[in-house]
């Protein structure tokens, strides 16, 4: 098959790019390297993948030679209060509707990755799909927003969309403003990390290679319209991930802590039982194993360094 994957040079989109080109499939990746992080980052996770550079929120977009869009493209992070947000609307809203409006001219099929950012602090845990979704930052009011643009155009176009609501990816190449590299970073240096708030925050950690499997099943097999949690088997804290990650590294962590950041949810904890029904999906990797990868994978790069 011929596969586009939006975001390609990102933590989820390369090994995505990768597993796609692993299984034979014929894959072009886009990516505008956004300076959110370091794109030099980005650069090394395009290595050896076809990634062109095009800005989905103003580029020509043509997908009438392809099968499906893996649409991952996005600005992430929940920190998108104040002067950001405009970068929000761009990347999540503006990028989504062309691709969309790309897609359904071209007949494509798109899965489209959301978030669990959706729910906000959700009425129910674990939290099925059907739960009322109340973001509580502006970067999950735009994922919404995406998943309603896919809707309007399933509806007025027959767009051909799966939404799958990602949890917490964590492993290889995360994104180095998420809390896991930066864990990881100060065990390695001896330097400090700063937690917000009180540790006791959970989240659904999923490994980024069962989020990978999620996503090419959900792109072979998912029915149209489909909305999928893709959540870790195991809720964890932070604080026992970072017990975890001290006892893999045989260091303890100097935590400095400062308060709970605006848009943070307390917890998640995804419901999987449609995405097991539907997909005969389920994680696989232990967030002990997954964890493990990571520590392991940061030693190499910084012994590369
Ligand atoms: N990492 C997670 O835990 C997580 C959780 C839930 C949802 N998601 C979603 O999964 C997707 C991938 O996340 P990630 O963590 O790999 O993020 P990432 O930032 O590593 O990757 C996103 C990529 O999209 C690119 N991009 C942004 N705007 C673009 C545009 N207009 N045109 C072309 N490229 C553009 C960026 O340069 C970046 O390389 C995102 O849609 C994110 O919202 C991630």
């Not at 929120?57 to 997908?63: A, H, R």
């Not at 939290?127 to 007025?156: F, N, V």
């Not at 400090?192 to 540790?199: E, K, Q, S, V, Y």
């Not at 975890?244 to 999987?272: C, F, H, M, N």
Request: overall charge negative; proline content about 5%; glycine content about 10%.
């Amino acid at each position: 098959m011929r596969y586009v994957v939006t975001g390609a040079a990102g933590f989820i989109g390369s090994h995505l790019a990768e597993a796609l080109g692993a299984a034979g499939h014929e894959v072009v990746g886009i990516d505008c390297f956004t300076d959110y992080y370091d794109p030099a980052l980005k650069q090394q996770n395009a290595r050896g993948l076809d990634v062109r550079r095009l800005d989905l929120s103003e580029d020509e977009l043509d997908f009438t030679r392809f099968d499906g869009v893996f649409h991952l493209a996005a600005q992430p992070g929940v920190r998108s209060f104040g002067d950001v947000f405009p970068l929000y609307v761009r990347h999540n809203v503006l990028a989504a509707q062309r691709v969309f409006e790309a897609a359904a001219a071209a007949g494509t099929r798109v899965v489209f990755a959301s978030s669990s950012s959706v729910y906000g602090e959700a009425e129910r845990y674990p939290t099925p799909e059907d739960t009322p979704p109340r973001p509580l930052s502006p970067y999950g009011i735009t994922k919404l927003t995406g998943e309603h643009l896919a809707g309007a155009y399933a509806r007025g176009f027959g767009l051909d969309a799966v939404v799958l609501r990602y949890f917490n990816a964590y492993g290889p190449r995360q994104r180095p403003d998420m809390a896991f590299p930066r864990v990881i970073a100060a065990l390695a240096s001896g330097g400090a990390f700063t937690l917000f708030g009180d540790g006791e925050q959970s989240r659904s950690f999923t490994y980024v290679l069962d989020v990978v499997e999620a996503s090419i099943r959900a792109m072979e097999d998912a029915p149209s319209g489909a909305v999928l949690n893709v959540g870790g088997g195991e809720e964890a804290t932070m604080n026992e991930t970072i017990s975890l990650l001290e006892r893999i590294s045989g260091r303890s962590l100097d935590v400095r802590r400062e308060p709970a950041v605006a848009g943070d949810q307390r917890r998640t904890k995804a419901d999987t039982g449609r995405i097991r029904a539907q997909l005969g999906w389920e994680p696989r990797t232990s967030l002990e194993a997954g964890l493990r990868a990571q520590w392991e994978w940061a030693a190499t790069v910084e012994s590369r360094a």
